[in-house]
């Protein structure tokens, strides 16, 4: 996007808050599993686990932004 502004701004604000929480999601579903399943669902976990939460939030983001703004086609 070619124009800072204040919307912009605070889609980057909402942007980054939620992605935090979603890392402490993602934190907290890595001790559970490995605390209630032990050392290798830990480690599967950890592994697998951070990619589906990082793509979901991307696609919502996306998803965000797209409604948002408007996307011009340069030629």
Do not use: C, P
Not at 32 to 57: E, R
Request: net charge positive.
């Amino acid at each position: 996007y070619g124009k800072l502004g204040w919307h912009v701004s605070v889609l980057l604000f909402i942007g980054i808050q939620i992605a935090y929480f979603a890392n402490l999601i993602r934190m907290a579903l890595i001790v559970i599993v490995g605390h209630y399943y032990g050392l290798d669902a830990l480690n599967w976990t950890h592994s697998n686990i951070g990619w589906i939460i990082f793509i979901i939030w991307i696609g919502f983001f996306w998803s965000l932004m797209i409604r948002f703004f408007e996307f011009k086609k340069e030629i």
